[in-house]
């Protein structure tokens, strides 16, 4: 099979998910899941990765442990048509783990809590039956057998996969040029499945939401869990702005130096404090690679992770960071400080 363009990979996912109604956002989430990968890994010399079956549902679990909190007034969303789902057994855990102070899938992970490891091992059939066996199939059509495995070879995938099954398989390895596709094209993609997925959400509840509400709520980070960080960071930063260095005043913001809607990496690596006017206009830019280069070179960071048992995560950040700079067009604008850019260079 021939590699595909990053347009043309983008163009295929977008095809498939306009190809009839879902019955759940399980297949949004595992897309989502597969672009993240890819700007986070190296792909092998022949273009493809192999990812295991594990991570997969690990980041399908990070996608909807924060979308399982009461939305409003209406109680926890649905994410699926009927009967009990993935996101149902993941608020179980949460619940659980919160009072632990352990606030975020990744934090649970880091800290190996039982809890969690069973939770995900419980989770892997349903994952492997589900959207990695459906994932690339065309709903609703006469041939149930028509399928286009252009992601990966979906062949060992069937619905009744035992949990000795996936512990065989255990992996998936997307053909040479997908990574790089679904690198290249990750804030396009990312864009569009969310869109997806918020109107599926609107469709499986029946009711009238607000969309960009709602996308808010399903989306964006969860900032309650991030203001432990707000004292240790002030120390660390001598209570100045991690972007200006001018004295912070007022409320600290804790911000995502490469922003949350690009990759959501909650990791102290990832998270620095800054004063409001940078923050506001630094807003979901991506910024210089000299911020990124500085945060990551902080002393303490461990220390700082095992105080407010939030997960470090620098490896992550790190090749994230490579992964979202690698995918930029030459002149694309990076944020330097306040009303200041420059453009990016090869």
């Not at 059939?125 to 006469?142: E, G, S, Y």
């Not at 808010?216 to 960071?233: K, M, Q």
């Not at 004295?247 to 998270?271: C, E, F, K, Q, T």
């Not at 206009?281 to 990124?292: C, F, L, M, Q, Y």
Request: with cysteine.
């Amino acid at each position: 099979m021939t590699p595909l363009d990053p347009v043309d990979v983008a163009g295929r996912v977008v095809q498939l998910l306009e190809s009839g109604r879902r019955e759940s956002t399980y297949k949004l989430a595992t897309l989502l899941a597969l672009v993240d990968i890819c700007v986070e890994n190296t792909a092998a010399s022949d273009g493809s990765l192999t990812v295991p079956v594990n991570e997969i549902t690990h980041r399908i679990v990070a996608y909807y442990w924060p979308q399982v909190r009461v939305f409003n007034h209406r109680g926890r969303l649905s994410q699926n048509k009927s009967g009990r789902s993935i996101p149902d057994r993941i608020a179980d855990v949460r619940v659980q783990l919160a009072a632990e102070n352990l606030s975020t899938a990744e934090a649970a992970r880091e800290a190996e809590h039982p809890d969690y490891v069973r939770l995900i091992r419980s989770l892997r059939p349903t994952v492997a039956q589900q959207p990695l066996t459906h994932l690339q199939t065309v709903p609703h059509v006469r041939d149930r057998d028509i399928r286009d495995d252009f992601l990966f070879d979906a062949s060992g995938f069937h619905k009744k996969m035992t949990v000795g099954d996936v512990d065989r398989i255990g992996t998936i390895t997307l053909r040479p040029g997908i990574p790089e596709g679904l690198r290249r094209t990750s804030a396009l993609l990312r864009g569009f499945i969310r869109t997806a997925w918020t109107h599926d959400v609107v469709a499986f509840n029946r009711a009238e939401l607000d969309a960009e509400d709602l996308d808010g709520f399903l989306f964006g980070t969860d900032r309650t869990a991030l203001r432990s960080l707000v004292e240790p960071l002030r120390d660390l930063q001598d209570d100045l702005c991690f972007y200006c260095g001018g004295r912070m005043a007022g409320d600290v913001h804790i911000d995502h130096v490469v922003a949350w809607s690009m990759i959501p990496i909650d990791g102290v690596a990832n998270l620095v404090a800054a004063d409001s006017r940078c923050n506001l206009d630094k807003s979901a830019s991506i910024p210089v690679r000299a911020h990124v280069d500085r945060a990551l070179e902080r002393p303490h960071l461990t220390e700082i992770a095992r105080i407010t048992r939030l997960p470090l995560l620098y490896r992550r950040t790190s090749s994230a960071a490579d992964g979202v700079f690698a995918s930029l067009p030459v002149g694309a604008l990076l944020w330097r400080g306040v009303r200041d850019y420059e453009p990016h260079t090869a």
